[in-house]
Structure formats: structure tokens, C-alpha cells
């Protein structure tokens, strides 16, 4: 396993896990979150205090992944999400923009072809 991806990993493990702590130690400062829709969370307190509501809205949201494909500083997921909110269950993709051993941006794609072509794995 790469080293981008052990960071990549260790951040979903984080938000399985919903330490707080751990999400908030893999951000860098300038850390960036955007959801499926686009909208945007910018700055680690920032995150750290949206990751915090997330999971006390949806207790039981976790995230099976693995590395579809690691290249320079970007680490591509795919995997589902589970959650018995329905629009949070299902197949998703995730990648991640790793800065030194930090996570610079997490971002969350809808698993869809366009998506998958974008995110440079067609499969």
C-alpha cells in the first residue's frame, strides 16, 4: 500500500470510527470538505464542526472503500455507504488530495459513469 493511500484510509477509518479527534489531526489547516451536491465546508474547525453535527444527525453513517486508484497526491475510493438515512446509503466514490501526511481535501462523488471516467477509473 501506498503512502497516500494508508492516509486516505486512516481518515475513512476515522469517519467510521466517528472520532472527531482523528479527522481533526488528518486535516490540514486549510482542510476542505465537499459533498455530493457540491456545497463546500472550508478550514479544519470549520470541518471538525460540520463532521461533528454529521454524526450526531446519523450515528450509524459509515463507509466501506477501498483504493481504486492512487496518482501523484490524489487518492481515488470507491465503495458504498451505509446508512439508514436512504439518501446517504449506496454506492459512492471519494477521493482524497493528500498534503505530506494530511488529508487537503475530501471530496464525495455519486458513483456514476461520468464520475468514474472524471476520476480516471472506468470501471
Same mark, same amino acid.
Given at each position: 500500500m501506498r503512502h497516500d493511500d494508508a492516509i486516505a484510509l486512516r481518515f475513512n477509518d476515522a469517519?467510521?470510527?466517528?472520532?472527531?479527534? !482523528? &479527522? *481533526?489531526? &488528518?486535516?490540514?489547516a486549510e482542510h476542505r470538505f465537499v459533498d455530493s451536491e457540491g456545497q463546500v465546508t472550508t478550514g479544519r474547525d /470549520?470541518?471538525?464542526?460540520? #463532521?461533528?453535527?454529521?454524526? *450526531?444527525?446519523?450515528p450509524d453513517y459509515r463507509n466501506d &472503500?477501498?483504493?481504486?486508484?492512487? *496518482? /501523484?497526491?490524489?487518492?481515488?475510493?470507491?465503495?458504498r455507504s451505509h446508512c439508514s438515512v436512504a439518501e446517504l446509503d449506496?454506492? !459512492? &466514490? #471519494?477521493?482524497?488530495?493528500? *498534503?505530506?501526511e494530511q488529508v487537503a481535501e475530501w471530496r464525495v462523488h455519486n458513483d456514476t459513469l461520468g464520475h468514474r471516467r472524471m476520476l480516471g477509473i472506468d470501471f
Open positions: 469517519i467510521n470510527a466517528r472520532d472527531v479527534a !482523528a &479527522l *481533526e489531526a &488528518l486535516m490540514t /470549520a470541518s471538525v464542526a460540520a #463532521w461533528s453535527g454529521f454524526f *450526531e444527525t446519523f &472503500l477501498k483504493v481504486a486508484l492512487c *496518482e /501523484a497526491d490524489i487518492v481515488v475510493l470507491r465503495g449506496g454506492p !459512492a &466514490l #471519494w477521493s482524497a488530495r493528500i *498534503e505530506g
